[in-house]
């Protein structure tokens, strides 16, 4: 299948848009054609890891259309209209007890670039290999092979290019609170980080009738759409006194990865209270009394399963609850590099690639 696709041939230089063609889809596989593709800041943040094979497609907010199965497969039909998510092993203890995105072979599956068998998944022009399989997807192109188990299927109704973004940080923003958090009305809840897992994080507070949401960030315009977004309070992360402004919480959920943010989102909270890490960063070093009382968890992708969860975030956005679509901007895949660009600046909360333009 021949295709066009963002490339990353060398983690210092920006990306090149080229042509490759990727396998056809194996056992348990799909061809999709890409509608739109998310960009997250994990797609960033990896393109650094010396253990990722190079060149190599990112991407892992996709949304498309079935074009083909591989064998096996009875879940999705061609035609179908699909959000693709992480990908996972099924038969796992964590995937048999509904925690698929702690699955045994989730790091394989998710963050290898490559196949489960280490099979690449696409040749450039040339000949050379390129790992096209980064969250069993690999979306930064026109088309992408998915696993069966990433691949949620949704009414063809709903506007499919900007539905990517709901497959990973939407998911992982909002399942945090709704799911991993399990903030119920009346509660409070401080976000640290108002970009779209922060800003998803907001939305599903709200819904879920939290009384205090308070959003913590640097940039003045992410804090305006906090509030816009249902943030009771809005607060400037520079403040030097942050966890005196942010007050006493029932839970609070850290998106930077940065240490002394991360104290400070665990020093507001309540005796009793829950704290939600989503953010890959350095290190913390606290004192054991820093945690009496108080539970503190990394969490991976929400603790969603997403064949359940996306279709419940697609109802709370048609009843007007969650609003995503807000934070989205669409770049045609040759403008990649500019999407990933305000995405590090802060002019775009969501970058959403629209390779079909």
């Given at each position: ?269 309540r005796p009793g ?28 992708e929400g603790d ?19 609003p995503f679509d ?32």
């Amino acid at each position: 299948m021949r295709a066009q696709a963002a490339i990353l041939r060398d983690p210092g230089k920006p990306f090149t848009v080229e042509d490759i063609s990727l396998a056809p889809p194996g056992p348990g596989e799909a061809l999709v054609r890409v509608a739109g593709a998310g960009m997250c800041h994990t797609d960033v943040l990896f393109r650094g890891l010396a253990e990722l094979p190079m060149p190599m497609v990112f991407g892992h907010e996709g949304s498309g259309v079935v074009e083909a199965v591989g064998p096996g497969v009875t879940r999705v039909a061609p035609g179908d209209h699909v959000v693709m998510s992480y990908d996972s092993c099924g038969w796992c203890g964590r995937c048999l007890t509904g925690a698929a995105p702690y699955c045994d072979e989730f790091m394989a599956r998710n963050l290898s670039g490559v196949r489960a068998d280490g099979s690449t998944g696409a040749i450039c022009s040339v000949g050379e290999p390129v790992a096209a399989r980064w969250f069993g997807q690999s979306s930064f192109a026109t088309h992408a092979v998915a696993t069966e188990r990433n691949l949620v299927t949704v009414d063809k109704s709903l506007p499919l290019e900007l539905l990517g973004p709901l497959g990973c940080g939407l998911q992982t923003g909002a399942g945090s609170v709704l799911i991993s958090l399990n903030v119920r009305a009346g509660a409070g809840i401080a976000v640290f980080g108002a970009g779209a897992v922060g800003l998803a994080a907001v939305m599903a507070a709200k819904a879920a009738g939290a009384d205090e949401i308070v959003a913590v960030d640097l940039h003045a315009s992410r804090r305006e759409l906090a509030l816009e977004l249902g943030a009771t309070r809005a607060l400037d992360g520079a403040d030097p006194d942050l966890a005196a402004a942010v007050g006493q919480v029932d839970h609070s959920l850290d998106t930077t990865g940065v240490p002394e943010v991360i104290r400070t989102a665990i020093a507001v909270l309540r005796p009793g209270g829950s704290c939600g890490l989503v953010g890959a960063g350095g290190e913390i070093t606290l004192p054991p009394t820093a945690l009496a009382g108080r539970t503190v968890r990394f969490i991976f992708e929400g603790d969603a399963v997403p064949q359940e969860f996306v279709p419940r975030l697609i109802r709370l956005w048609r009843q007007g609850r969650f609003p995503f679509d807000r934070l989205i901007r669409t770049y045609p895949l040759d403008a990649i590099n500019d999407a990933e660009r305000d995405s590090a600046s802060g002019a775009t909360v969501k970058p959403v690639l629209l390779p079909g333009t």
